[in-house]
């Protein structure tokens, strides 16, 4: 498992965040208009308790007393200034509505935009990496990333950047206000503060080991679940159910642990957050009720109008019962920002991560690019390899691993060659190098006399047709796997392909024939034919040149045969590479390309290489044992 996953990251990166702040940009009028919802509720939610505070002490407890600004709006009536109030109050709860409803809107709305962007410039980067990133990569790590680090990063943009900010907004409102009321009141409500900040820090390096066991656990529950759902035919063969189930339980149980430690943390944090607050509350309501029943003056910061603009000055100002219930109400709502911004934490520590790991991704460079200027063969698909030296990976050693070395050999249009060799002598390399799914270090390829470097990618890989040793289908009808989304081929193509590959009356037989649904790799179709429907796909495409890599080694003999019937025809007036380990399917080739530990070691037609009495005889001698195949059915032809 990659150590990627077992890092946090830091709770706050500015270089992070500022680059995830670039995919807001497009949206940036949703976003003002949301961040503004903000504000105005984090106004709202303060004001309040304050008009509480106004109507007990204006018009319940000491009629007519001042409530300072708010005086020109109130009646001096008991009853139309408490319906007044009312309103207000009811007024604020449906413009909190509206906010509310705004500010979720507009921000869920907005992650999922940046959810799609995101994912989509992923997909398109991992559509543009070349195959070697993913001999390095595993497949569940990358769509990890694609999945639950962007749903980490939505989850920011959604509830957590939005909260915190929110909760911020809410803080300095109630303290700015319960500071202007009664400082003294104020600070006895702050006084448990460092107890919070102690138990909040606490909380956090426990739910963020808990978070980090949690993550890694969950990464190995995917990688065993994977592992062994794709190899079950192999587990059940072998009776390792039990083992396989016990090794498991025992990463499940790892989840289930660290799931505990971290539920103990929440089922401990809150209460003691409750407790501390309540006391704040009560010592508020003691000391509070105290000043109220002996008239204790304070000093206090008054706000009024003066030609329209707000204005501020100190009076000492008695505590009243309307300053008492409004501090309770301050208080209560004072300590539920803290709670969640512990929280929210945690979602901005692994939001970080994930972003760490999303952007590490994005900025792996792309080795295998489109160059700037682009040369286009006009000749009619001459092939060269020109002494040609090539190795995946690189030794501990400054000499690297060469897979070929020193190649060459040349591909005259028209012409079947065939490619043999023991497994490892480099014969698929030759096919991948040539469809530049990776680059040679040393020496070139040519068609018709451009390097292929040079070529448009786009351009160089259509001139090829590929059938794999091991076909691959994709989730869709049969009619689309064989167009593979090239819109110019029509139906008509499409059935003429199968037609010629003896694959049409198949697909006829299925009950929705060519529209029948291939599942997913085509799980429900049989290896010979999803072979068939895989030389469809390249027939269809029309191309210059055909590659079979291993094309009729999984297949029994009947769909054999008819593979290489289809062949026979698919081969004519085309270019040809064939790569085989049955010597009988390259009997007629044109060339014969022998490998041998990364080199060319011998080069003919068939017989050849057997009057070489060489390395080809000796591959011929084991699989014939000096028995020449009579029948030309059996052999592909150029013919």
Do not use: C
């Not at 104020?186 to 909040?200: E, G, R």
């Not at 066991?213 to 990688?223: G, L, Q, T």
């Not at 901005?348 to 460079?365: C, G, H, I, N």
């Not at 270019?575 to 380990?581: D, E, G, P, Q, R």
């Amino acid at each position: 498992m990659s150590s990627e996953e077992e890092v946090l990251g830091k709770a706050y990166d500015s270089r992070l965040m500022g680059r995830l702040l670039t995919y807001l940009r497009p949206y940036k009028v949703q976003t003002t208009v949301a961040l503004a919802a903000i504000v105005l509720k984090a106004l709202a939610e303060a004001v309040g308790p304050f008009l509480v505070k106004v109507e007990i002490d204006k018009y319940l407890v000491q009629p007519h007393q001042s409530a300072g600004f708010l005086d020109r709006f109130l009646s001096p009536n008991a009853y139309t200034g408490i319906a007044q109030i009312g309103g207000i109050y009811a007024g604020i709860i449906a413009l909190s509505f509206v906010l509310e409803f705004a500010q979720t809107y507009f921000m869920q709305w907005t992650g999922q935009k940046v959810m799609f962007d995101l994912r989509s410039q992923i997909f398109r980067h991992l559509q543009h990496m070349h195959v070697g990133f993913y001999d390095k990569n595993p497949v569940g790590r990358l769509v990890t990333r694609v999945t639950t680090d962007v749903d980490a990063l939505n989850e920011l943009f959604t509830s957590g950047v939005v909260s915190i900010f929110e909760d911020i907004f809410v803080l300095a409102g109630i303290i700015t206000i319960m500071t202007m009321m009664n400082w003294k009141l104020a600070l006895i409500t702050f006084a448990v503060l460092p107890l919070i900040f102690y138990a909040t820090q606490v909380f956090r390096i426990k739910v963020r080991d808990s978070y980090r066991r949690i993550r890694i656990a969950i990464a190995r529950i995917n990688s065993h679940l994977q592992e062994h759902v794709s190899g079950m035919t192999v587990l059940q063969l072998f009776n390792r159910e039990r083992r396989a189930y016990d090794k498991f339980s025992e990463v499940n149980d790892v989840h289930r642990e660290a799931y505990k430690d971290a539920i103990l943390a929440h089922a401990v944090y809150y209460p003691v957050v409750e407790i501390l607050s309540s006391v704040a509350i009560a010592t508020v309501i003691w000391f509070g009720g105290n000043q109220v029943l002996r008239s204790v003056a304070t000093l206090t910061v008054s706000m009024g109008l003066a030609k329209g603009l707000p204005h501020f000055h100190l009076l000492p100002t008695l505590t009243t019962l309307g300053v008492l219930v409004a501090f309770m109400q301050y208080a209560q709502r004072f300590f539920k920002p803290i709670q969640d911004l512990s929280e929210k934490y945690n979602i901005l520590q692994s939001a970080m991560a994930s972003a760490e790991r999303v952007f590490k991704l994005l900025d792996t460079p792309t080795e295998i690019t489109v160059p700037a200027v682009i040369k286009t063969p006009a000749g009619p698909g001459r092939i060269d390899f020109d002494r040609v030296w090539f190795a995946y990976r690189n030794i501990e050693s400054n000499e690297p691993d060469w897979v070929l070395r020193d190649v060459s050999f040349t591909v005259t249009p028209g012409e079947t060659v065939a490619f043999v060799g023991h497994t490892g002598a480099g014969k698929t390399t030759i096919i991948s190098l040539l469809l530049r799914f990776y680059d040679v270090q040393k020496g070139a390829i040519r068609i018709d006399g451009v390097d292929i470097k040079d070529m448009d990618l786009a351009d160089l890989r259509r001139r090829f047709g590929v059938v794999l040793q091991d076909p691959f289908l994709f989730s869709g009808t049969v009619a689309q796997n064989i167009r593979l989304g090239s819109s110019w081929i029509t139906d008509a193509g499409v059935e003429k392909a199968a037609e010629e590959v003896n694959v049409a009356d198949f697909i006829r037989s299925l009950p929705q024939g060519f529209q029948e649904e291939v599942r997913e790799r085509g799980s429900t179709l049989s290896t010979g034919q999803k072979q068939l429907i895989s030389f469809a796909r390249a027939l269809a495409h029309e191309p210059k040149i055909l590659i079979l890599d291993e094309a009729t080694s999984s297949v029994d003999t009947e769909t054999e045969f008819r593979v290489r019937d289809a062949l026979t025809r698919m081969v004519v007036g085309r270019t040809s590479l064939i790569i085989a380990h049955r010597l009988s399917t390259i009997q007629r080739a044109d060339k014969i390309i022998l490998l041998h530990k990364g080199k060319l070691r011998e080069m003919g037609t068939h017989q050849q290489l057997l009057a070489q009495h060489g390395i080809y005889f000796k591959l011929y001698q084991l699989q014939y044992k000096d028995q020449e195949l009579s029948s030309p059915a059996t052999a592909i032809t150029a013919d």
